[in-house]
């Protein structure tokens, strides 16, 4: 009570003050979006939630003949322009957003600031602002100064649940060929010069980003700009000054779509397969050669695991081969390690002081993603999943900085 008393008092002064200032209406005329010029016609009053409770403005106000709208010079100037909320409880709404689901962040908001944002108020405010976060993302590409003397591209992507109507016309992995999820693209850059006790690259403190949306990687010879997503890794890594490292590391799980994009956008990049996965791969062979439960799956994977590390891939894909018209897993699996062989040079690899492993990646589609976009119940359209995508991947960068810290709380 003392402290709602306490910042609605506070509330009341910052409005007397600003109410009483009126030289944003000392033009009589002031030019409109549209070209034309607007015309002063009064003052109107409009509701501003900010971070120390509901607050009245008085303001002047311009009506344009020309195009039918108006607008309020101290709106702009407060950033509040078409917005209910100020700065500050904005970036709140964003920060809470991007980390709960738009219910959890309002009954937030309302317990520990005071703030009567509702669920859907706060859905549509952190749409919003994450849409502004994935313009400003496309329009600015700043290289960062030279830093890391290797520098990582881990690509992956991870499935979210959507609305029926984002997938019309798409095959899924229903029974009946639908499907309920679409694909999230991710990238992750980062710099591993640090080294553990046993020598093992570590990444570097401070050093991971991430950039990601529902979007299509394929760009077809008659297109005349590159895929969306392709658009946006190159934003990325160029922010990053990835072209600029010394040494430069793509990292996936073996997806044809990660190497063809190494192929053709950083072709000079060493291009590493994921052990993990690469031994998971393995594992799975074994199963299928003997069963789950047996225990000679167990010891032919650890033996393949053991090769793997060796370097003696070539022992790996004839153990495959050795299988391959019995058990269609080793075939596949075959062809997958052939494929890949030159990415999956381990022994090299770890010699040269390079990380082997996509867990920087791995753990972003689990927490980045998965832990706001998958939460039970959660149905998204693409559109509100990307702004989303945009607050949780660059939200802490860019929220912040983009809000005029002068304006209203």
């Not at 600003?18 to 607007?38: I, Q, T, V, Y």
Request: net charge neutral.
């Amino acid at each position: 009570m003392v402290r709602e008393t306490a910042l609605g008092t506070a509330a009341s002064l910052l409005s007397a003050r600003l109410n009483a200032d009126l030289s944003d209406g000392a033009e009589p005329r002031l030019p409109c979006a549209c070209g034309a010029d607007a015309r002063r016609s009064g003052r109107r009053s409009k509701t501003v939630t900010t971070a120390l409770g509901p607050l009245t403005l008085e303001r002047a106000w311009y009506h344009c003949g020309a195009c039918g709208s108006g607008f309020g010079p101290r709106d702009r100037a407060l950033r509040v322009e078409g917005r209910s909320l100020s700065p500050g409880a904005l970036r709140m709404v964003g920060v809470t957003a991007a980390e709960l689901s738009f219910e959890k962040s309002s009954v937030l908001l309302r317990e520990l600031a005071g703030l009567a944002v509702g669920a859907r108020q706060v859905e549509r405010h952190a749409e919003a602002l994450g849409r502004e976060i994935a313009d400003d993302e496309r329009d600015v590409v700043e290289p960062e100064p030279a830093g890391a003397a290797t520098l990582y591209l881990g690509l992956d992507g991870t499935g979210i649940p959507v609305r029926r109507e984002e997938t019309e016309g798409r095959v899924g992995k229903q029974a009946d060929g639908s499907g309920k999820t679409r694909e999230v693209k991710l990238s992750t850059v980062w710099s591993a010069e640090a080294r553990d006790a046993e020598g093992r690259p570590v990444r570097d403190a401070g050093s991971v980003s991430h950039n990601a949306a529902i979007e299509s990687i394929a760009t077809r010879d008659t297109d005349r700009e590159l895929a969306p997503f392709v658009r946006r890794v190159l934003r990325e890594i160029g922010r990053r000054g990835f072209f600029g490292a010394a040494r430069r590391v793509v990292l996936g799980d073996g997806a044809p779509w990660i190497w063809n994009f190494a192929d053709e956008h950083v072709p000079d990049a060493i291009q590493i397969v994921d052990v993990f996965h690469a031994k998971q791969h393995l594992f799975d062979v074994a199963k299928a050669i003997y069963g789950p439960e047996n225990d000679l799956a167990a010891q032919w994977g650890k033996v393949r695991r053991d090769q793997l590390d060796l370097g003696r891939l070539d022992l790996v894909i004839e153990e495959l081969a050795r299988h391959a018209d019995r058990c269609p897993e080793a075939a596949r699996n075959m062809t997958y390690f052939k494929t890949n062989r030159a990415r999956m040079d381990y022994p090299r690899f770890r010699e040269q002081g390079l990380c082997v492993s996509t867990g920087v990646v791995e753990g972003a589609c689990k927490s980045v993603i998965g832990g706001r976009m998958k939460q039970g119940g959660m149905h998204w359209s693409v559109d509100g999943a990307n702004a989303v995508i945009a607050l949780r991947c660059n939200g802490n960068l860019m929220v912040m900085g983009t809000l005029n810290p002068r304006s209203l709380s």
